[in-house]
């Protein structure tokens, strides 16, 4: 009985298929993964490489803002430096069914971040002979100390949340860009933004986390009770937080009815920035995209 012979795309090897789909982009090559179990498990790989790749920033730089709205102007800029990715090695693939590992990919990996102070897109700049004029936005006296501060106990970013009497939450804004450095200290070549929106903090959820005496990462579960998502609608970008409540001498009423009466103050520190990154990798690609399009343009930033 004579075998049946292979034609056409079938007839050609693994590795030759594979570098075919790995010239399109990641969206593209999604849409192969259905033709047929050869198509999905190459394109499973594709999809793992890429995410394993994008985890590193290939040489880009994550810069996490975040701050109460009243700070807009004066709050500073944090630099997240990766703490790792779990679930993309061979192991954590092979024992899904094959049905399950796209999903898994793309909804179930999450890469870990590091909020930090330290500015790396940019060397010391000497401050002018004549000084800087007061009330500009350069000025020292313009900058609000008490947005961000590093905690030497924790070696941690923090910053202080408080709530009025009465009030129920509170919000901050966060803005992450994902930005590649230029060839000089003082320039970026692309700024892509991977997100921007709000976290709504509760205060019930600072009453709770702050008895909480928990140092354990992410758990890679987007109801994990310790991460606050921005937005809250797809769960592709969060923060984790460790609170601690502050103590200070204040006039509180003998009796109140509950809580929500009092004043109260937090000191919150920012653990880690969780990723999804299968969306790190869609804005990793977008970014390399206008790095090499012939209308972009270099972005500078002025020394300060």
Aim: a neutral charge; one cysteine or more.
């Amino acid at each position: 009985m004579e075998s049946t012979r292979k034609s056409g795309i079938e007839a050609l090897p693994n590795e030759l298929l594979y570098d075919i789909l790995q010239s399109f982009t990641t969206k593209h090559v999604l849409t192969f993964a259905p033709v047929s179990r050869r198509f999905h498990a190459i394109s499973v790989r594709i999809l793992q490489n890429r995410l394993t790749a994008a985890a590193t920033l290939l040489d880009h730089v994550l810069m996490l803002e975040l701050y109460p709205p009243s700070a807009r102007l004066t709050a500073g800029k944090l630099f997240c430096t990766s703490l790792g990715t779990s679930g993309l090695d061979d192991k954590s693939i092979e024992r899904l069914s094959d049905s399950e590992k796209i999903g898994h990919l793309g909804k179930a990996v999450y890469s870990r971040f590091r909020p930090q102070h330290q500015e790396i897109l940019r060397r010391p700049s000497l401050k002018h002979p004549c000084g800087d004029v007061p009330g500009s936005r350069t000025h020292p006296s313009s900058a609000d100390p008490m947005i961000h501060k590093y905690n030497a106990e924790s070696n941690l970013v923090s910053q202080e949340v408080s709530l009025d009497a009465g009030e129920l939450f509170t919000q901050l804004i966060a803005t992450l860009m994902l930005v590649k450095p230029g060839p000089r200290p003082d320039t970026i070549l692309t700024a892509v933004e991977v997100c921007e929106g709000t976290i709504r903090v509760w205060g019930d959820w600072l009453a709770k986390q702050a008895k909480t005496e928990t140092t354990a990462s992410f758990s890679g579960q987007a109801d994990d009770s310790t991460v606050l998502w921005v937005n809250t609608a797809d769960h592709a970008v969060g923060v984790k937080f460790r609170v601690r409540e502050r103590k200070w001498k204040r006039d509180n009423p003998v009796l109140f009815y509950s809580e929500e009466e009092v004043a109260v103050s937090y000191t919150v520190d920012l653990e880690e920035v969780v990723v999804r990154t299968s969306h790190l990798l869609f804005m990793v690609e977008e970014s390399l995209r206008e790095q090499y399009d012939p209308l972009s343009r270099q972005l500078f930033l002025r020394p300060v």
